[in-house]
């Protein structure tokens, strides 16, 4: 009685204990379909692998019936009779480990399985204890031949490779079922040791592949005719391993965050998905020709959303300051609020509390027009207008209307680009100032496909706002700003992009640590940065955007803007209170200006303006002020 008691309490003991370390191991393990690695694969435009997939996902029924024979007489005779683990490798394993201090045992699909989805490959005690209760686990959740499909997708065969249908592929250039049986030998054979034995290098490799064909023989599989045929067919298999080249990380990460913003689930898109893009394979040789690592591109598609071509860092969320690239979105607005080409902007020098903007060229015109201040992207007269149109009013505008997202500052200094922000932000915004006025917003995917040839998703064009009318119609500001934006690249500082015979319209953008160049025509637009210091947007960018314009055929597309505009009547404006009435006299103390050269400056001034210019200077000295009077007060009577 002692001794069945003690019996009871022993399997009692044994029984709890072993479940407790089965649930401690299972209770938290993710489905195994979360961490198969991953096969989705993204495509250009025209189909093309953006990147060979490592792990492509087959359906069972898409491997062929002698690859599943040879795999299970070779790795696994009773993996549809047993319940996860080989009772008798396993105790020929607790042999070696125990005597010959080997920690060995033998191993079933499905513990292979485990092995490669749940575990790392070291070779301890507790790595095989965890091992055995996974495959349990994996067999209770999942039927045989689910688990099969897992391992035949998820084996590893070398070479960063995961899968039969991969390695198929990758090894061969086949599709799994056009296999023959000694590349089926060759392929199992990769298993036992797949940095080693893979077909990559065939040398040495048959006669362990022909010890696949001689168990097919001892199991009857194969006749001694067809074991004779196939050991020396073997002899004859080549590799044809595909030529790999280096995708883009970052085209990649901004597919994927695309594709969370649409709801994907990855796990799920890991499973034999494709994704086709927008981007051209063309574009992306040519920018990888002509760009350096110091470059960041995007070419855009401005009337569907369409990411066409995509080059460098911080494309999609990066933070560079704009420079003058910023300029044409408060003109747009102030052509919106009635503003004109020739309507006049006062060019001269300007102090704000303790900041002293200048133009790039250290000179001052006096008075120049709306046009020329931004086909030669002056900075005063930009300041001035921006200061007329209201600092706060055209960050609303930029922000609720062009939609363009970025670090703000919270000064002046915005008008002269210091906001931080991406080449996908100014994109969006530009797209509303060249066709009318409709903000579009861009994306890179353009289809989601499941593996059975379902469509999940087709894109569509996506317009983030449509810009309200004020004084002039959104239509009517884009076709005057288009027209500036011609003449920037026509005689203007980006003449190096003009390309004769093309009608490009363009911008470009200088910061302290970045250069840009923006160019466009009827349908598509391209914008390039380039980090460094010292660099000039019209000098080291736009000769850039140039090349590849060239041969991408950027300026053949027509804009479809009306030609019919409404001239309004110039708006009062008075930014004399803006301009730096003590610094002007210290340069005509110190030589650097004298009394003539800015009396012709104030002979471009109507009488209102000249009599409020003498106003103000003649609180910082009378005798100068009567001086400006007696050159040129009785030309203006």
């Known amino acids: 009685?002692?001794?069945?008691?003690?019996?009871?309490?022993?399997?009692?003991?044994?029984?709890?204990?072993?479940?407790?370390?089965?649930?401690?191991?299972?209770?938290?393990?993710?489905?195994?379909?979360?961490?198969?690695?991953?096969?989705?694969?993204?495509?250009?435009?025209?189909?093309?692998?953006?990147?060979?997939?490592?792990?492509?996902?087959?359906?069972l029924d898409e491997y062929p019936e002698k690859l599943i024979t040879v795999l299970i007489i070779s790795e696994d005779e009773d993996f549809f009779n047993h319940m996860?683990?080989?009772?008798?490798?396993?105790?020929?394993?607790?042999?070696?480990?125990?005597?010959?201090?080997?920690?060995?045992?033998?191993?079933?699909?499905?513990?292979?399985?485990?092995?490669?989805?749940?575990?790392?490959?070291?070779?301890?005690?507790?790595?095989?204890?965890?091992?055995?209760?996974?495959?349990?686990?994996?067999?209770?959740?999942?039927?045989?031949?689910?688990?099969?499909e897992l391992y035949l997708n998820t084996v590893y065969m070398g070479n960063g490779i995961y899968g039969f249908g991969t390695a198929a592929k990758y090894y061969f250039g086949k599709e799994p079922k056009d296999l023959t049986l000694p590349e089926i030998a060759l392929l199992v054979n990769t298993v036992k040791s797949p940095e080693y034995y893979n077909p990559q290098d065939l040398k040495g490799h048959y006669e362990k592949a022909r010890i696949v064909l001689k168990r097919m023989l001892n199991e009857g599989v194969l006749s001694e005719d067809d074991y004779k045929k196939y050991s020396e067919e073997i002899l004859k298999v080549n590799s044809n391993k595909i030529v790999e080249k280096k995708y883009d990380e970052d085209i990649f990460w901004r597919v994927i965050e695309?594709?969370?913003?649409?709801?994907?689930?990855?796990?799920?898109?890991?499973?034999?998905?494709?994704?086709?893009?927008?981007?051209?394979?063309?574009?992306?040789?040519?920018?990888?020709?002509?760009?350096?690592?110091?470059?960041?591109?995007?070419?855009?598609?401005?009337?569907?959303?369409?990411?066409?071509?995509?080059?460098?860092?911080?494309?999609?969320?990066?933070?560079?300051?704009?420079?003058?690239?910023?300029?044409?979105?408060?003109?747009?607005?102030?052509?919106?609020?009635?503003?004109?080409?020739?309507?006049?902007?006062?060019?001269?020098?300007?102090?704000?509390?303790?900041?002293?903007?200048?133009?790039?060229?250290?000179?001052?015109?006096?008075?120049?027009?709306?046009?020329?201040?931004?086909?030669h992207s002056r900075n005063i007269p930009s300041l001035n207008l921006y200061?007329?149109?209201?600092?706060?009013?055209?960050?609303?505008?930029?922000?609720?209307?062009?939609?363009?997202?970025?670090?703000?500052?919270?000064?002046?200094?915005?008008?002269?680009?210091?906001?931080?922000?991406?080449?996908?932000?100014?994109?969006?915004?530009?797209?509303?100032?060249?066709?009318?006025?409709i903000v579009i917003e861009p994306h890179i995917v353009d289809e989601v496909i499941s593996y059975d040839g379902a469509v999940y998703y087709k894109a569509k064009t996506n317009v983030?706002?449509?810009?309200?009318?004020?004084?002039?119609?959104?239509?009517?500001?884009?076709?005057?700003?288009?027209?500036?934006?011609?003449?920037?690249?026509?005689?203007?500082?980006?003449?190096?992009a003009n390309i004769p015979g093309r009608y490009i319209v363009g911008k470009t953008g200088t910061a302290e640590q970045y250069a840009w160049f923006m160019g466009a025509d009827g349908k598509t637009l391209m914008i390039i940065s380039q980090d460094g210091k010292d660099l000039l947007g019209g000098r080291d960018v736009a000769p850039l955007w140039k090349a590849i314009a060239l041969k991408i055929d950027i300026g053949k597309n027509p804009f479809n803007i009306s030609s019919v505009y409404r001239k309004l009547?110039?708006?009062?404006?008075?930014?004399?209170?803006?301009?730096?009435?003590?610094?002007?006299?210290?340069?005509?103390?110190e030589g650097k200006l004298t009394v003539s050269a800015l009396a012709n400056i104030l002979k471009?001034?109507?009488?209102?303006?000249?009599?409020?210019?003498?106003?103000?200077?003649?609180?910082i000295s009378q005798d100068l002020t009567i001086e400006l009077w007696n050159i040129i007060g009785g030309d203006n009577q």
């Open 464 to 496: 983030s706002n449509v810009i309200k009318n004020s004084k002039r119609s959104p239509l009517e500001a884009s076709y005057l700003l288009i027209n500036i934006l011609r003449e920037v690249v026509k005689r203007g500082t980006g003449v190096r």
């Open 1 to 59: 009685m002692k001794k069945l008691i003690v019996f009871i309490l022993g399997f009692a003991l044994s029984f709890f204990g072993l479940y407790y370390l089965y649930t401690s191991f299972t209770k938290n393990l993710p489905e195994p379909e979360t961490v198969i690695p991953s096969s989705l694969i993204i495509e250009y435009s025209d189909g093309t692998p953006f990147y060979f997939p490592k792990a492509l996902w087959y359906n």
């Open 604 to 619: 471009t001034f109507d009488r209102d303006s000249l009599l409020e210019f003498l106003s103000y200077m003649n609180t």
């Open 258 to 375: 695309e594709l969370k913003e649409l709801g994907f689930n990855l796990d799920i898109l890991r499973k034999g998905f494709r994704v086709k893009t927008t981007l051209i394979k063309d574009y992306k040789e040519i920018l990888d020709e002509v760009l350096s690592d110091k470059n960041a591109a995007l070419i855009f598609n401005y009337t569907t959303g369409e990411i066409l071509g995509y080059f460098g860092k911080g494309v999609n969320s990066g933070r560079r300051q704009t420079g003058s690239l910023i300029k044409p979105f408060y003109y747009y607005k102030a052509l919106l609020d009635g503003y004109n080409l020739d309507s006049k902007l006062f060019d001269l020098p300007i102090k704000i509390g303790d900041w002293t903007p200048q133009n790039f060229e250290k000179n001052y015109f006096g008075q120049t027009s709306l046009e020329e201040a931004l086909v």
């Open 569 to 589: 009547n110039v708006i009062k404006i008075n930014p004399l209170k803006y301009i730096d009435y003590n610094y002007i006299y210290q340069m005509i103390q």
């Open 84 to 148: 996860g683990i080989d009772v008798l490798g396993l105790f020929r394993g607790i042999y070696k480990t125990l005597i010959e201090k080997n920690v060995q045992g033998g191993s079933t699909l499905t513990q292979q399985l485990a092995r490669s989805l749940y575990l790392t490959q070291e070779r301890t005690i507790q790595r095989k204890i965890k091992e055995i209760f996974i495959s349990f686990y994996i067999e209770k959740i999942r039927t045989k031949d689910e688990i099969l």
């Open 387 to 437: 200061l007329m149109l209201g600092d706060n009013n055209v960050r609303i505008f930029l922000k609720d209307q062009l939609k363009i997202g970025g670090f703000y500052p919270n000064d002046l200094t915005l008008s002269l680009g210091t906001l931080e922000t991406s080449h996908e932000e100014l994109a969006k915004g530009f797209s509303a100032l060249l066709n009318g006025g």
